[in-house]
């Protein structure tokens, strides 16, 4: 398990960025806490640095939106969902369960091509 | 409607293509484009892509689900000229594609040297430009970048990065002067001297050097500086010539309104080829951003197709990035040369700050970030309010 903080320690609509086998970013949105890999899979930017909005955020390079709760992209110009992990809170204190394997996984729809 | 045809085979054309779709068109589409390659991204060709950490499939645009758009595509040939009348466009093989509306996405190439060139001297649009260029970029080599320009900024970078010895021929007193002020300038200045980058301010480029391959750039100053390697990045050229005679009104590039609406009915332009009304600046705009290209194209297949699309007011700001030594300068809202700078976040001499630029009256109309992701995206998120209070 990660330890990410106090929940007190993320604001309602911030993130904070932990260090797992790669970046995750935890997500505080309307009472509830989300966890996700960090860096977009479009290219190289910072999740936590995006923009929430409902259960998703914004990338703040090129704007491609992943759900939190299930890492998919809502379209372009990302190909690829985000990797989600659980979040657990104990006596006040955030932590997060990284998912195992670093499986790839793809938009509903998308050709089994996309795994080559 | 049951026919559109879209000209140019790239990021805007790809999106309108896909927008069409999104939007419920459901009759034929032909996309015509003059690259042989399905569409790709062109912002890694001067960063990733040339540094050789990003490959072709890298690039590609496309994914598996747009077969699902049923796009008839053409690539490989160019449109020659618009009959405006008869909505049909017809190609460089003498095929006329008639339709019930024409979407113009030809965007805009590398304005070159006038004259013929030696071997070695390169510009930077297409991937066939940077697979060219890269093949020339030997650790070593000397390189000489002409026009300090966002490509020419880039391409200085991603060479010092590659090992190579870089000479930087701007005609202003500082980079980026036009795009982004003297300022910020400066400090981008700083970043190319910090990586050994030569600065050479104020002169412009009298000639090339070299018979059949490049050895040296002369400058308007009367210096030669020796190169192997000559990369010009002196502005890009709408595509609309083959417009010329249509009847569209073009003016630097095709003058359209703020959804991409041209002179001619059923007729859109969007992305590079578009000078366009801008709400936010209350003028027209050509713009040359990756981002404009992606969001113009949703609006102007609504005008098309008869539905109303209120973009959000953050849409609205011109918005554009850049990579530069490591650091990610983004930019938004629109600078004008009496426009103050103040820094609000950071420090420039820590390449980590939020700059605003101030209008006379003092409120903020553009914001500048280098490594600052998040307070940029919330101050151009407030740009964008402002402009939804102001109309
Ligand atoms: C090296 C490089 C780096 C960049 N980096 C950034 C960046 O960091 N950030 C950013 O915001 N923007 C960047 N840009 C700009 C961004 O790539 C453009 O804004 C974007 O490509 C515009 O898309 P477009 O589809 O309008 O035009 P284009 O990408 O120019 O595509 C137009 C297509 O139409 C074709 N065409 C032209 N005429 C005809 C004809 N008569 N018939 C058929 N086809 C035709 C062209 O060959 C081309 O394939 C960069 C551009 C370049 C070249
Ligand atoms: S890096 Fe996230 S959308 Fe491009």
């Known amino acids: 398990m990660i330890y990410v903080g106090a929940v007190s320690d993320i604001p309602d609509g911030e993130a904070v960025k932990v260090q797992g086998s790669v970046p995750i970013a935890v997500f505080h949105v309307e009472g509830r806490l989300y966890a996700i890999d960090d860096t977009c899979t479009h290219q190289d930017a910072s999740l936590a640095d995006g923009w929430v909005e409902g259960c998703a955020v914004e990338c703040p390079l090129h704007a491609a939106c992943f759900d939190l709760r299930t890492g998919l992209p809502s379209g372009p110009p990302a190909k690829k969902a985000v990797r989600t992990h659980a979040v657990v809170v104990s006596d006040g204190e955030i932590w997060v369960e990284e998912s195992v394997a670093v499986e790839p996984r793809f938009p509903v729809g998308a050709g089994a091509s996309e795994h080559a | 409607m049951r026919a559109v045809t879209v000209v140019g085979g790239s990021l805007a054309g790809l999106t309108a293509t ?15 484009g003059d690259e042989l390659h399905t569409p790709y991204d062109r912002p890694p060709l001067s960063k990733e892509f040339l540094a050789g950490t990003q490959s072709v499939d890298d690039l590609a645009l496309t994914t598996p689900e747009d077969t699902e758009l049923a796009a008839e595509w053409r690539l490989g040939r160019r449109a020659t000229a618009l009959d405006a009348a008869e909505r049909t466009v017809v190609l460089d093989d003498g095929e006329r594609i008639v339709a019930d509306a024409v979407v113009l996405a030809t965007g805009a190439r590398a304005r070159p040297l006038p004259g013929p060139m030696p071997a070695g001297v390169h510009v930077l649009r297409t991937l066939d430009d940077a697979v060219a ?13 002409v026009g300090a320009g966002f490509i020419g900024s880039e391409v200085a970078s991603t060479a010092a990065g590659l090992g190579l010895d870089v000479d930087f021929v701007a005609n202003g007193a500082v980079p980026l002067e036009r795009a982004l002020g003297a300022d910020v300038g400066r400090f981008c200045a700083g970043l190319h001297a910090a990586a050994g980058v030569r600065l050479h301010t104020g002169c412009g480029v009298a000639g090339v050097v070299g018979s059949d391959r490049v050895t040296a750039v002369r400058l308007t100053d009367g210096r030669e500086l020796p190169a192997d390697v000559v990369v010009v990045g002196i502005g890009a050229l709408p595509n609309v010539e083959w417009l010329a005679g249509s009847g ?14 041209t002179s001619l009915p059923s007729v859109v332009a969007v992305g590079d080829c578009a000078n366009s009304h801008r709400s936010y600046t209350g003028g027209m705009l050509r713009l040359e951003h990756w981002t404009n290209a992606v969001q113009q194209p949703v609006g102007a297949v609504a005008a098309l197709l008869g539905r109303v699309h209120t973009p959000a007011p953050h849409h609205e700001v011109p918005y554009f990035w850049s990579d530069q030594y490591g650091h990610r300068v983004q930019f938004a809202g629109h600078r004008t040369p009496d426009c103050q700078v103040e820094i609000v976040e950071g420090d420039p001499a820590a390449a980590d700050f939020l700059a605003l630029y101030l209008d006379p009256s003092g409120s903020p109309v553009a914001v500048l970030g280098v490594d600052r992701a998040r307070s940029f995206g919330r101050m151009r998120r407030r740009l964008g309010d402002r402009l939804t209070v102001a109309t």
């Open chain 2, 18 to 32: 896909r927008a069409l779709r999104d939007q419920g068109f459901d009759g034929r589409i032909v996309v015509v």
């Open chain 2, 133 to 145: 260029l890269r093949a020339d970029l030997v650790p070593g080599a000397r390189l000489v970048v």
């Open chain 2, 248 to 261: 569209l009104a073009l003016d630097d590039g095709v003058v359209t309104d703020s959804a991409g609406a």
